[in-house]
């Protein structure tokens, strides 16, 4: 066997070594990718199951509810070409296909439902601010534009807006079955300002509501309505008027 021929087979060994090596590394980064895009795309679900079902039943507007459940579809979809042995993925999306049809046939003009308790409350601001996290995420993508989420924004903050009136009248009510009709008076009145505030006209008949109910409080204790009710808190209003505070960094800008 000559010396050149030795020479080249050994190159060639090298040179199929080297390219078995680049393939393998080449398999290996991209399942390392496919594995951190089948991470994120879990997380994203995670949060918009967190989103959907942090609510009372028809507490979200008709849009928003339709907003996650389209976003929530089309992660599923990413998942089902990612992991097609994973059946679950299919089930869900068949769930959540059904969940999206009912809310599309779902009258936008329902009563909200108050809330019952301040945990719940609690809980509810924080799945709003999810959801605002989450709104301002697709506009930084540009998935939808300036003025859908402008749009979308004004009606969470008028979901905000309800969470704390129904804070106040829950705090009222307390006090009233505390047999302290004065400090009744004092929530049922911040309720009421928060409410003469806004000007969608949403509010109308729970505002005449809960006028009635301090005159009649006022008869009550015998006091005489105040020339000038007392003012809402204004860290309570700042949070009506603006969520600048709930930007902040989340999973959906990974």
């Known amino acids: 066997m000559s010396a ?10 090298i040179g199929a070594v080297i390219c078995y090596l680049f393939i393998t590394q080449s398999i290996e980064k991209k399942q390392k ?16 199951r967190y989103i959907l ?18 976003c929530l579809t089309d992660v599923l979809k990413q998942l089902a070409s990612l992991e097609p042995k994973e059946k679950g993925h ?47 995420s697709l506009q930084k993508r540009g998935t939808i534009k300036r003025a859908e989420a402008d749009d979308f924004g004004d009606q969470i903050k008028q979901l905000v807006l309800k969470i704390s009136v129904d804070s106040y009248v829950l705090q009222a009510k307390q006090a009233r079955q505390a047999s302290k009709p004065k400090l009744a008076i004092h929530y049922f009145t911040l309720a009421k300002k928060l409410i003469e505030r806004d000007e969608s006209g949403q509010f109308t ?14 008869v009550e204790t015998g006091d005489q309505p105040a020339e000038k009710p007392v003012e809402p808190e204004s860290e309570e209003w700042q949070e009506v008027e603006t969520q600048d505070s709930w930007k902040k960094k989340n999973v959906y800008d990974e």
């Open 205 to 218: 008949g729970q505002l005449k509501k809960l006028t009635q109910i301090i005159e009649q409080l006022e």
């Open 33 to 48: 990718q496919r594995q951190r895009l089948i991470v994120a795309l879990r997380n994203r679900a995670k949060i918009f």
């Open 90 to 136: 299919v089930e869900e999306l068949a769930m959540v296909a059904q969940q999206m049809q009912a809310t599309q046939q779902r009258s936008n003009e329902g009563k909200r439902p108050a809330l019952q308790s301040p945990q719940q409350v609690k809980d509810v601001k924080q799945h709003l601010q999810e959801l605002y996290k989450f709104l301002m």
């Open 4 to 13: 050149i021929y030795i020479v080249a087979t050994i190159i060639g060994i």
């Open 53 to 70: 079902s942090g609510f009372p039943p028809n507490f979200l507007t008709r849009e928003l509810t339709m907003l996650v459940q389209r």
